[in-house]
C-alpha cells in the first residue's frame, strides 16, 4: 500500500513561517541588545521607562524576548518546516504570547507605534495558523 504525499506548502504556511521567522530573527536581536546593555547606556532605552514595573533595569525584559519571544518563535518556524505536528500548537503560541507581552507592556510603560506594529503581528502569526491548509500541512485534524 503506499503513502500519499504530504499536503504542499500553501501560501498561508509560508505566511505562517515567514511571520515566524521575522519575530524570532527581531527578539533574538533585541534580547541580545537588551542583555548585553540591560541599563540602556549604549542603546539610549531609559531605565526609566521600566517604572512601574517589577524591574531596575533591561536584563530580564531581555532574557524573556530572547527565550519566548525569539528563540521559541525559532523553534516553531523549525518545527512548521519539518511538519511536526507540535509546530501549529507553537505558531499559536508565539502569536497569543507576543499579544500578552505587549498587551503588558503597553499597560506599563507609553504606548508606541512600534507596540501596535508587534500587537498586530501577534494577531497576524495567530490567524496564520488558523486556515484547515496549516493544519493538515502539519498533519493536525483540520
Known amino acids: ?47 526609566e521607562d521600566l517604572a512601574g514595573s ?20 525559532l523553534l516553531a518556524a523549525i518545527g512548521l518546516w519539518l511538519r511536526k505536528t507540535w509546530a501549529w500548537w507553537a505558531a499559536g503560541m508565539v502569536g497569543c504570547g507576543l499579544v500578552i507581552w505587549i498587551a503588558v507592556q503597553a499597560t506599563i510603560i507609553d504606548f508606541s507605534w512600534l507596540q501596535a506594529a508587534y500587537f498586530v503581528m501577534g494577531v497576524l502569526i495567530v490567524l496564520a495558523a488558523l486556515p484547515p491548509s496549516v493544519r493538515r500541512y502539519c498533519d493536525v485534524t483540520a
Not at 19 to 42: K, T
Open 1 to 47: 500500500m503506499s503513502q500519499s504525499p504530504p499536503p504542499p506548502r500553501t501560501a498561508a504556511v509560508w505566511l505562517l513561517l515567514a511571520l515566524l521567522l521575522i519575530q524570532a530573527i527581531g527578539a533574538i536581536g533585541g534580547g541580545i541588545m537588551l542583555i548585553a546593555d540591560p541599563h540602556g547606556e549604549f542603546s539610549k532605552l531609559p531605565v
Open 54 to 73: 517589577p524591574f531596575d533595569s533591561f536584563l530580564v525584559p531581555g532574557l524573556i524576548l530572547l527565550s519566548v519571544l525569539g528563540v521559541f518563535p
